[in-house]
């Protein structure tokens, strides 16, 4: 049967959900359905899945969890109630937060229940653990390592991680394997931990064009795209949204593309947008994000905005009630050997460890370099409009060469793994100086300046206490220091030449504003009213969090509590 769209010949589909975008909540969304016996449709733009989602970290923020409870940890939903009502203010919408706050728990009960997804608590701090409701420990949860040989075929769809969290060739390595290949000789345990995992990579390499033992993100989509084959739920790549189907007050389907032609595919519960926002549209980052210039994102580079434009064109609104339009890390840009210069995320290895200021144009401090990664940032943007600095203004991280052997910085991996600097140094990544009013000059900054403000850097961790900025008096800030350090884990001097320069500008991690609805997913119009059949999770949906980051996982945590509030309600109106 065909209709005409267009001109066009157009095949028909039916299914019960439908769903678009291959990320988490994509994902989590067409496996809710699929485990309660709906007919799924999961459609991906691109060749392989997972998105972003796939070269994330992979943690998930969800107050309630049982995980923590096993661990014997005390926290309470009133507890975090507390802490978002504190940290999201005057931008707290109750709908919202509730929403979440409700349906936490129960969402990873529930997609861990008769699937291959298992989730471990990890020892990660709210962001602001000082903040009322705070917890050092409780909230955030990580997918389990996942072996790919179990996906067989399927393993070559998943999205591989970024470069920086891979070596020799294509092998992942987990946060918990990073001391034992930074410090592949400390100890025979490291050793033999490192050489185990080599052996086992050249194995995975006889069969696929990378290592097959992953974690972080990664595994949480190759767990996910598991459990969707366990449950039959049909899943098209290469197969772009290009309109949705609004039938009076109704969204009854859409049409997308599949191999050269148009499929109209009807819904009969609904259609859920989980596209990952707008993060790599420049259109859309200066009608929606102008007050906050960027050039750059970490996201996935397919997360262009199909969803909102979707949605849209048949009456739905961006919610622009946040306080910030993205979720943001400092990033650094990296020329490749075909002048392409390429972002390059703040590291795990060097993030916030001591040792390492943020500099700004004038050579001075400007944040706690061991808060949160979207802290840094708004301090950035902060810093640039009191000096009324223009959109290019040069921020720097400083440090000297024992920092970089060992902790690395940025893309320059900690000794062994980069024996040299001098390669960096001719392609422009880094500066480098003998001394630190030479290493000034080079970066136009008053030498003056940069040198008094590491000098009473260096005073503080002689004293052990940061009386600018606090760095190292939270638990967060500790996760980043050295138990070997003191009298602050978090200080370390600076002092011995070469002394580094890495340019930082501001990146995305993904976008917050998004398209407004309930709390149970579901897409408004202007006029407030749902816009039947039409879900929305993920970056699609404007940011339950409001364009703040109160800890470890606030995308992916909610991007599956909303991929579950969006079936259960599709399937409470049939």
Not at 473 to 479: A, G, I
Request: proline content about 6%; glycine content about 10%; charged content about 20%.
């Amino acid at each position: 049967m065909h209709a005409i769209s267009n001109g066009q010949a157009v095949a028909e589909e039916a299914v019960d959900i439908l769903v678009f975008g291959s990320g988490a909540g994509g994902l989590a969304a067409s496996l809710f359905a699929a485990k309660r016996g709906l007919k799924v449709l999961l459609c991906e733009k691109s060749s392989l899945l997972g998105g972003t989602t796939a070269t994330s970290g992979g943690v998930l923020w969800v107050p309630g969890n049982r995980q923590a409870r096993e661990a014997g940890i005390d926290d309470t939903i009133e507890n975090a109630r507390t802490y978002l009502r504190h940290e999201l203010g005057n931008y707290y919408r109750d709908d919202l937060a509730e929403a979440f706050l409700e349906s936490a728990g129960p969402a990873i009960d529930d997609i861990e229940d008769g699937t291959s997804v298992a989730f471990d608590l990890i020892a990660s701090p709210d962001y602001h653990p000082d903040s009322p409701g705070g917890v050092d420990k409780g909230r955030s949860i990580m997918a389990r390592r996942y072996d790919g040989n179990q996906l067989g075929a399927d393993f070559a769809l998943v999205r591989p991680p970024m470069d920086r969290l891979m070596v020799c060739g294509g092998m992942m390595v987990g946060p918990d394997e990073i001391p034992a290949f930074v410090r592949p000789f400390a100890s025979v345990a490291n050793f033999k931990r490192v050489v185990g995992r080599l052996a086992r990579h050249g194995l995975d390499r006889l069969k696929y064009r990378r290592g097959a033992q992953v974690s972080n993100g990664n595994a949480l989509v190759a767990r996910l795209l598991h459990s969707l084959r366990m449950h039959k739920a049909d899943i098209w790549v290469d197969a772009p949204l290009k309109e949705l189907i609004r039938t009076g007050n109704r969204v009854e389907g859409a049409i997308v593309e599949k191999n050269g032609r148009l499929v109209r595919v009807h819904a009969r519960l609904g259609v859920v947008l989980a596209t990952g926002g707008f993060p790599q549209d420049p259109t859309l980052r200066r009608e929606l994000s102008a007050s906050f210039p960027h050039d750059h994102s970490m996201a996935f580079e397919g997360n262009t905005g199909d969803g909102q434009r979707a949605a849209r064109a048949v009456g739905a609104v961006v919610d622009m009630e946040l306080s910030s339009p993205c979720l943001w890390t400092p990033s650094s840009l990296l020329k490749e050997r075909d002048g392409k210069d390429v972002p390059v995320i703040y590291g795990y290895l060097d993030r916030g460890r001591p040792g390492i200021i943020a500099v700004d144009p004038e050579g001075r401090r400007f944040v706690n370099e061991s808060n949160s990664y979207h802290d840094i940032v708004a301090a950035l943007f902060e810093r640039r409009k009191s000096l009324g600095a223009a959109a290019n203004a040069r921020f720097h991280f400083i440090c000297d060469a024992a920092f970089v052997r060992k902790n690395g910085l940025g893309a320059i991996r900690p000794w062994p793994w980069s024996p040299i600097l001098s390669p960096f140094v001719r392609n422009g990544y880094i500066t480098t100086a003998r001394t630190l009013p030479e290493l000034a000059r080079k970066l136009a900054i008053d030498p003056a300046a940069l040198t008094a403000t590491v000098a009473r850097h260096n005073g503080f961790a002689q004293t052990g206490k940061d009386v600018d900025f606090g760095k190292g008096s939270t638990s967060f800030n500790r996760v980043w220091g050295d138990p070997a350090v003191g009298p602050n884990p978090n200080l370390t001097p600076i002092v011995k030449a070469p002394f580094v320069a890495l340019p930082i500008l501001p990146a995305t991690l993904g976008t917050a504003v998004g398209l407004k609805t309930n709390g149970d997913a579901q897409v408004l119009d202007a006029s407030g009213a749902v816009i039947p059949g039409l879900f929305a999770c993920g970056n699609e949906l404007a940011s339950s969090m409001r364009g703040f980051y109160p800890g470890g996982g606030i995308t992916l945590g909610p991007a599956v509590v909303f991929a579950y509030r969006a079936v259960l309600k599709a399937l409470a109106e049939v």
